[in-house]
Every structure is written in C-alpha cells, then in structure tokens.
C-alpha cells in the first residue's frame, strides 16, 4: 500500500501559469520534505515541514512556495512556472527521529510549455 | 554533512554479489550513512542505514570499515531489477533534516 501519495503522476501547464503539487501520506508522521529532481540530475532539497515549521534551503527560488494545512497533507505550489522548472518533484516523509528513514513518494513530472 | 564518493557506473553479472563502495573520510562521529536507490522515473527507495555496525536486512547488507571513512553496500544475488542509481548519503544523526544527494552509481545488471 502506498504510503506517501503524489498526485499527478504527470502534470502539463504554461509558462508562467501557478501550478500545485499535491502530497498526502499515511504514515502520520511530523516531516514532510520536497525535492525537484532535473533530467539525470540527483534529487536537490527545496524546503521541509517539521509539524507546522517550515524550512526553506538557502537556494531554493522564491517562486517556490508550500503549504500544510495538515499532518497528512503538503502541497507545492509554482507561482510562475519557468521553462527550467521542469522536473520531476518528489515529496518524502519521516518520523523526524534520530537516525529515522526517509519514505519517498513515486513524484509528479512536471512539464512547463 | 560529510561529503560521499562514489564511483560513477558499475557493473554486474545477474545472480552475482554487487558490492558498491562509498567513502566517506570526512564523515563524524554523530552521521549516519545512508543508502538509498533510484530505478528509473521512480523516487528514491531505502535500501539501508548505519552508525557504526555492519547491517542486514532483507534487501542487502551494509559493510563499515572501522574508522567509518568508507563503506560497501553488498546486494547478495543481483537481478536485473536491481538496475538503478545508488545513493550512498552521510546524514547528522538528529532529526528533521533532508537527505542531501550526490551524484550515486549507475549499477548496471548484465544478463
């Protein structure tokens, strides 16, 4: 059973035109993490939730923004998708524990044209 | 977290053990290493972690040396299945921060 859930699997939008990723997760647990991952690249981490905390990294662009309205859920939203947003975004999960793993959600290809 | 390399590709005979190393020389005292992989257009999938101790579970097994700078991640019976880029990750052992991924290792399993 799937426990960290991305839907789309795929999603089409325009340049410039805002676009939200959704994540949902079963796992009931206090963290929730997003990753753009570009073609052959490794997966790069834009921000975290720890419960209602949220996270940014130093370089993640302002054009990125989220959202937890709840424990289960955690959205990304694009506010004016360029060309070079195309990517795959992950979301994943942890308990936030020492030592505790991440889950991984199967993401969403996002395509910009 | 401590920086990791590995190796760019590798490959392997199906039904053969893949041993992927990783070395982690900068690596402290409170960092976890991590592995994890990624088959193609799918996320990331946790193989294995540890501290200090060699570790086995049901998918592979984990080898780190004694002074923890380097490690080998060991797939016992490779199937083609097991084709995938594999992230060896260096991560401070507490709480909610992220997994920072390198650039990991084309393991490629050959018929």
């Known amino acids: 059973d799937a426990m960290v859930i991305q839907n789309p699997r795929y999603q089409v939008t325009q340049f410039g035109k805002p676009v939200t990723l959704s994540c949902s997760q079963t796992l009931n647990h206090n963290v929730m993490y997003w990753y753009q991952q570009k073609s052959s690249q490794a997966p790069k981490l834009l921000f975290h939730y720890y419960d209602k905390d949220f996270n940014n990294e130093a370089d993640t662009p302002d054009n990125f923004q989220s959202r937890r309205p709840n424990t289960s859920f955690c959205f990304l939203d694009i506010r004016s998708p360029g060309l070079g947003d195309a990517a795959m975004y992950l979301c994943a999960t942890s308990s936030g524990g020492p030592g505790e793993k991440l889950f991984f959600g199967s993401g969403t290809q996002l395509s910009v044209l | 977290d401590a920086k990791t390399t590995q190796p760019t590709s590798m490959d392997c005979a199906e039904g053969r053990a893949a041993n992927l190393p990783c070395n982690h020389s900068t690596i402290s005292g409170n960092e976890y290493v991590y592995w994890y992989r990624q088959i193609h257009s799918q996320g990331p999938q946790y193989i294995i972690h540890?501290?200090?101790n060699n570790e086995t579970n049901e998918m592979a097994s984990l080898i780190i040396t004694e002074d923890r700078k380097s490690s080998t991640l060991i797939l016992p019976h490779a199937t083609l299945r097991d084709t995938a880029v594999y992230y060896c990750?260096?991560?401070?052992?507490?709480?909610?921060?992220?997994?920072?991924f390198g650039k990991g290792t084309h393991l490629i399993i050959q018929p």
């Open positions: 990750i260096v991560r401070h052992q507490g709480g909610a921060d992220g997994l920072t």
């Open positions: 540890g501290l200090k």
